[in-house]
């Protein structure tokens, strides 16, 4: 019996992403409702209640509207409405035991796109105690537009979007909760996201003052190999020798990850994330997420 799934909010980006990855799975029954019903309450109630599993890829607001919508349902949320909260479990599977708490979960909330290319980095540096959770650590990141969704696509499409912006400048970013909490920082991190005049892909950069931390300098080795230690036999994040150039659309398509750590060798170290945001940021996880939760192969419909 293939596994009934409703994607709340297909025809949006993230939606439209998740369906094309499952689309021709012979053990996926993908369940779809008519462009004039696909905001009607009544049918999404149908069809949440007929599903196995249900992806909502919407608003924050419209996801907790249709948590309730959604009865017993097995649900994936890709929006930062439950990303830390406690009766549900983040979907981030490269976490340390996460892939059996998601395999049982009821309530998946899938992680953020930045989050991604943080947590990854970060996690594996506070629990060596390569980075205390109380350090000051600076991030910054810039995605691809299509990270802010139908509006900001629409500008860009039509030309008037700029070559390249920073925002989020108050220290408000909505992934910080989730990176404070599943990174292992007890203090917020400094992060500045940028967004870069081109569709697709993300790098997500750690910059340390190492040499400040204690343990002192020649650090890089050693967070180099934690993180190599981390994602040994990982199916979709490695650890490669630094480029010269990054370019953050190398893995558009693909649910990688790549890190690689750069530095001065006196302390000075530079740890950056590659990533497709609309992949391993957002559809690619969820359906790695859909794939421990029915028991599929973990790499099912990837690459
Ligand atoms: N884009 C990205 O890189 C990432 C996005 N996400 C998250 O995924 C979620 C979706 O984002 P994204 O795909 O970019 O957004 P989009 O704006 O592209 O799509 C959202 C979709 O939801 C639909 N929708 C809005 N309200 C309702 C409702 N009440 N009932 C049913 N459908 C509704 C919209 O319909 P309409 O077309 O009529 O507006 C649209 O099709 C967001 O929470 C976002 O934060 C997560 C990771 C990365
Ligand atoms: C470029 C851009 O605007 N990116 C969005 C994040 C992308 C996204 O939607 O993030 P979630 O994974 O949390 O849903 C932002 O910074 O708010």
New binding site residues.
């Given amino acids: 019996m293939p596994t009934s799934v409703f994607i709340?909010?297909e025809?949006?980006?993230?939606?439209l992403q998740i369906r094309d990855r499952l689309a021709n799975r012979e053990d996926i029954r993908l369940i779809s409702l008519d462009a004039d019903r696909?905001?009607d309450t009544d049918a999404?109630r149908t069809a949440f209640r007929e599903a196995d599993v249900a992806i909502l890829?919407?608003?924050?607001d419209?996801?907790r509207?249709?948590v309730t919508l959604a009865g017993d349902t097995r649900i994936i949320d890709?929006?930062?409405a439950h990303r830390v909260a406690a009766d549900w479990v983040y979907g981030m599977p490269e976490l340390p035991g996460q892939r059996e708490r998601i395999a049982a979960a009821t309530r998946v909330a899938?992680v953020?796109?930045f989050a991604t290319g943080a947590i990854a980095i970060l996690r594996p540096l506070t629990d060596a105690g390569l980075v205390p959770s109380d350090a000051g650590v600076v991030l910054t990141g810039v995605?691809g537009y299509?990270?802010?969704?139908?509006?900001l696509?629409a500008e860009y499409e039509a030309g008037t979007g700029p070559a390249h912006y920073l925002y989020a400048h108050g220290q408000t970013h909505k992934h910080l909760p989730e990176i404070m909490e599943f990174g292992g920082m007890s203090r917020k991190p400094a992060f500045q996201p940028a967004v870069g005049g081109y569709a697709q892909g993300m790098a997500v950069q750690l910059h340390l003052h190492a040499d400040l931390l204690p343990g002192g300098v020649g650090r890089h080795a050693r967070i180099e190999a934690a993180l190599r230690e981390a994602y040994a036999g990982d199916p979709f994040v490695g650890v490669e020798t630094a480029q010269a150039r990054i370019d953050p659309q190398a893995l558009n398509g693909t649910n990688r990850m790549v890190l690689s750590v750069q530095g001065d060798g006196e302390g000075r170290v530079t740890v950056v994330a590659v990533l497709d945001?609309?992949g391993k940021?957002?559809s690619g996880t969820a359906v790695q997420n859909l794939n421990l939760m029915i028991g599929a192969k973990e790499t099912e419909g990837l690459t």
């Avoid at 890829?57 to 924050?60: E, G, Y």
């Fill in positions: 709340d909010g025809a949006g980006t993230t939606g696909r905001k999404r890829c919407l608003p924050d419209a996801a509207q249709a890709a929006s930062t899938n953020g796109c995605s299509t990270g802010g969704g139908k509006s696509i945001n609309l940021g957002a």
